[in-house]
């Protein structure tokens, strides 16, 4: 059974750091790229960013681009997203989710429960 | 951008379309989401049209133009959800998700 857990959310001052998890079972993780999606309290989803397997190719959303870094580790089977530079805005619900397929754009076909992030004074 | 009607109400045993609209959508895959209150968003039609199993024959898809849409057949209780559509943008190598609709059955 595929299985993703995050891990790491919290409260954090505006300006702080914080590093999100996502442990990974039950598929070849290596084998396909994977992805953080983020939804702000009462708010629809939003795509933060995309790590591909393989070669670890990276995309990330304009809004979090140059503050956010992906990454995984495929021996420990786990994703990752260093969030530095936090503003207010990056309050949300972050699920990491897989793609269905190990090519192309597929959908993503399963999703983590998520990890609340809330930045606050 | 992708653009979705905020909510969509329907009486159960009818049929509820709502549409995902954006520039040319019909040269993209637009895959589909189902939310429901307080869970993870769960994969639903991909690939404009594709099915995966555990999702009912009332759901489907069709893209075209500038509109995608997501059809419901004889809607039940149960299919009242937050729905999404998404589509890769490769002009920006960027993930874009529709704005949501609150799909409401009466």
């Known amino acids: 059974e595929v299985q993703l857990v995050e891990s790491g959310g919290g409260l954090v001052q505006p300006g702080g750091s914080l590093r999100l998890s996502c442990a990974a079972s039950?598929?070849?993780?290596?084998?396909?790229?994977m992805n953080w999606v983020r939804q702000a309290p009462g708010k629809g989803l939003e795509w933060v960013s995309s790590?591909?397997?393989?070669?670890?190719?990276?995309y990330y959303a304009d809004s979090v681009k140059g503050r956010f870094t992906i990454s995984r580790d495929n021996f420990k089977n786990t994703l990752s997203l260093q969030m530095n530079s936090l503003r207010a805005e990056d309050t949300a619900v972050y699920y990491c989710?897989?793609?269905?397929?190990?090519?192309?754009?597929?959908?993503?076909?399963?999703w983590g429960q998520g990890t609340l992030v809330t930045v606050s004074s | 951008v992708l653009t979705q009607p905020p909510s969509v109400s329907v009486a159960p045993g009818q049929t509820a379309r709502i549409t995902c609209g954006g520039n040319?959508?019909?040269?993209?895959?637009v895959h589909w989401y189902q939310q429901k209150p307080g869970q993870a968003p769960a994969m639903g039609i991909y690939?404009?049209?594709d099915r995966p199993s555990g999702i009912p024959e009332r759901f489907s898809g069709s893209n075209s133009g500038n509109t995608a849409t997501l059809t419901i057949s004889r809607v039940e209780a149960g299919d009242e959800a937050d729905y999404y559509c998404?589509?890769?943008?490769?002009?920006?190598?960027?993930?874009?998700f529709g704005g949501g609709t609150k799909l409401t059955v009466l």
């Open positions: 998404q589509v890769w943008d490769s002009s920006s190598d960027h993930w874009v």
């Open positions: 690939y404009d049209s």
């Open positions: 040319n959508i019909g040269s993209k895959s």
């Open positions: 790590i591909s397997g393989g070669r670890g190719s990276t």
């Open positions: 039950g598929f070849t993780f290596n084998s396909y790229a």
């Open positions: 989710a897989k793609d269905r397929y190990n090519s192309g754009w597929p959908p993503f076909d399963c």
